[in-house]
């Protein structure tokens, strides 16, 4: 029978990785400290936790001072829209490391409580934000000791020059598709012709698929695996119904200003040039939450002070999650995300 976490012969075992990870936490700090960002904390409970439709949250009641004034609200699963508010309210430039939960989600690489680090820039592109990825992981691999990072047999140097690669090349590089042939720029676009694409190469489409699952469903089984080989890989240039808070590319609106990016296999962060249209981000939680009452039954309702910020006027910025737990594995080589946590939530 396994070890409770508390246990000393298991925090013995643990203990080297939860090190590693506080050398690291301490290169993020010196990171942000260097470039003049402002480190905030956000509540976690929200009116909203998030619009995006597949993650399920944690709901809680707020009781106040009279048995009749209850209010439904959520932890969050990013503290982006508390962030972007402090973006309208004045500040240039800002970051958090928060403890974020996202209800069902357990494996070796997730964990329903975890650590995000999110950080936005206002007045420079999402572009600058390669930089600082590149900046943060060669920084935690030196503050841990570590020159390359291994994540199940497969290996990457931080310190060589990253490969940036689009979605598109992606999908004829590692799938034989043109994908965005398949694609008419709407939010919810025919799957037909795509679903014959995936079919062709021995991936067929399910019952109901819409283009975006079929989509999803490519990367995690033909793309992914092969992302971060070798070198750090930053995958940009998503379409557009494929990034409900970022922008459209002004060269090309049916793509949008987003790019993930993953080491060893592994996604580290999710990056958006930041959509600042109020009207259009209230289209585009609308259209995601009828998605999750169609498949889940369910909806959140809407951050209206959020929109409400939007439209007193958010600056022209950008904006990135990225999760600490994961960067804190690759940069100790642990093997799973409890490795690097003080103490899990508790699974029994």
């Known amino acids: 029978m ?14 080297p990785f939860l090190s590693a990870r506080g050398r690291v936490l301490g290169s993020v700090r010196r990171f942000f400290e260097e470039r003049a960002f402002v480190e905030v904390d956000t509540p976690a409970l929200q009116v909203s936790p998030g619009m995006e439709p597949h993650l399920q949250a944690f709901a809680t009641d707020l009781q106040g001072p009279h048995p009749d004034d209850r209010r439904r609200l959520y932890l969050h699963t990013s503290p982006e829209f508390a962030m972007k508010k402090l973006l309208v309210a004045g500040l240039p430039r800002l970051w958090q490391l928060a403890h974020v ?21 206002a007045g420079e592109g999402y572009r600058t934000l390669i930089e600082d990825c590149q900046d943060l992981l060669r920084g935690g691999a030196e503050a841990a000791g570590r020159r390359r990072f291994a994540f199940r047999g497969m290996e990457c140097d931080p310190f060589q020059d ?21 694609y008419d720029g709407s939010h919810d676009p025919d799957p037909a012709a795509l679903a014959a694409e ?13 283009w975006e699952d079929i989509v999803f469903r490519l990367l995690f089984d033909r ?27 002004p060269d090309n609106p049916r793509l949008a200003e987003r790019f ?74 642990a093997e799973s995300i409890e490795q690097v946590l003080w103490l899990p939530v508790a699974s029994a």
């Open 198 to 210: 995936a079919a062709r190469i021995g991936s067929p489409a399910h019952a109901g698929d819409r």
């Open 223 to 249: 793309i992914e695996p092969h992302l971060g080989a070798g070198v750090p890989c930053v995958l940009t240039d998503y379409p557009l119904c494929m990034a409900a808070l970022s922008r459209p590319k």
């Open 2 to 15: 396994p070890l409770p976490p508390w246990h000393p012969e298991e925090f013995a075992r643990r203990r």
């Open 260 to 333: 993930e990016l993953y080491a060893c296999g592994l996604e580290l962060a999710n990056a958006f040039g930041e959509l600042t249209d109020a009207a259009v981000q209230r289209d585009r939680f609308e259209a995601d939450m009828d998605l999750k009452q169609r498949l889940y039954g369910e909806r959140f309702p809407v951050d209206e002070e959020f929109l409400a910020a939007l439209e007193h006027g958010m600056p022209e910025s950008s904006g990135i999650a990225m999760g600490f737990d994961r960067l804190a594995m690759l940069c100790s080589g």
């Open 162 to 182: 990253w490969r940036i690669l689009t979605v598109p090349d992606a999908f004829a590089e590692y799938a034989g598709i043109d994908l965005m042939a398949t």
């Open 101 to 121: 939960y996202r209800n069902g989600e357990r494996s070796g690489t997730h964990a329903p409580e975890f650590s995000m680090l999110e950080w936005y820039r």
